[in-house]
């Protein structure tokens, strides 16, 4: 990233997010895909972009800063919010689908799908603190802001599991995270027995 | 860790019901005992049996050994249904991952 100004390096870094969108409209404006088709990746691509959200913080704790980590943790933000623009379109492909209101509200009591409102109703305000000035504002408070995106990851999980009945593609999801918080629990707990002994 | 608060309890609870509210079979597992595919009826017969059923037909598929159809009921509920390949009787339907309907004495893990 040192190699490019930072305003190019965001575009390309944005560029390259837009991707998937890119290719799901594509299917949809092309007739190849109906926008029940795309309830599926753009769902998944919104988790996707959680877990690489929520992996650097660990991941730095576990390791110790490098390079890359440092890298990746700079574009964290970017990868968080373009994980709530892609739970927007996965909404705006749900309402195109459903096409009424009343359909909505009608199956808004279903555990599949409450778990889904709810897990983007708890993105909204992470995603809504997540330029610089309101870094600067909250202070502190924005670090536990951004504690929601774990709630909201587990009932995105909740919310795929309960449609599909299927807990491998889930599971696959949680598990780079899982494994990066237990490598941090484990070395922070050597580090303190470490620090007892030799103090 | 901090103490546990009470949001944080209300909220695993929440989720816990949710799970277990829902019967759990993965709908790619559904199992129909169709046997061999030549003895199947054509598709365009599973369309006339959706339409029959009152429904409106999104998409209708092979899965597994069985036919599954994506459609809309006449409240506009969403729903997805498994059909035998063979008597198109009507096995299994779900709305949003829930079990709705399953005809007597069919065993979805086969
Ligand atoms: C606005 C609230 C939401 C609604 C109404 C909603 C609704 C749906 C629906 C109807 C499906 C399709 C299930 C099927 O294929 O039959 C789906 C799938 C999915 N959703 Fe959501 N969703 C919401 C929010 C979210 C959020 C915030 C995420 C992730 C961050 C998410 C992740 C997923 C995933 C991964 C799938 C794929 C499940 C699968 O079909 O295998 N959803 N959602």
């Known amino acids: 990233m040192t190699l490019l100004p930072r305003a190019t390096a965001k575009a390309i870094l944005w560029l390259l997010l837009a991707v998937p969108a890119a290719l799901m409209l594509r299917g949809l404006v092309g007739g190849e895909a109906l926008p029940m088709d795309l309830l599926h990746p753009s769902g998944e691509t919104s988790v996707r972009l959680m877990v690489l959200a929520m992996l650097p913080g660990p991941l730095i704790d576990a390791f110790g800063p490098n390079r890359f980590l440092r890298g990746w943790l700079s574009i964290r933000r970017n990868l968080g919010v373009a994980a709530f623009a892609y739970a927007l379109l996965h909404l705006a492909i749900y309402v195109i689908d459903m096409r009424t209101i009343a359909a909505m509200l009608d199956e808004l009591g279903l555990p599949g799908i409450w778990t889904g409102w709810l897990a983007l109703f708890l993105m909204i305000l992470p995603a809504a603190v997540s330029f610089d000035r309101a870094m600067r504002w909250l202070g502190r408070g924005w670090k536990r802001i951004q504690r929601l995106v774990y709630a909201a990851f587990v009932l995105a999980l909740a919310h795929w599991l309960l449609l599909d009945w299927n807990w491998k593609p889930a599971a696959i999801h949680l598990l780079p995270l899982a494994m990066a918080w237990l490598l941090r629990a484990w070395r922070v707990s050597t580090k303190v027995t470490r620090e007892r002994t030799f103090a | ?110």
Request: aromatic share 10%; hydrophobic share 45%; net charge positive.
């Open chain 2, 1 to 110: 860790m901090k103490t546990i608060r009470p949001p944080l309890v209300a909220f695993a609870a929440a989720l816990g019901c949710a799970l277990m509210a829902s019967p759990a079979q993965a709908d790619g597992e559904v199992t129909c005992n169709s046997g061999p595919k030549d003895k199947w009826k054509p598709m365009a017969e599973l369309r006339k049996k959706v339409w029959a059923e009152g429904w409106q037909l999104e998409k209708a598929l092979v899965q597994g050994d069985c036919y599954e159809v994506y459609a809309r009921n006449e409240a506009g509920q969403v729903l997805e249904a498994f059909f035998h390949p063979v008597t198109l009787k009507k096995l299994i339907v779900y709305r949003r991952g829930q079990e709705i309907f399953r005809a007597k004495g069919f065993d979805p893990a086969g």
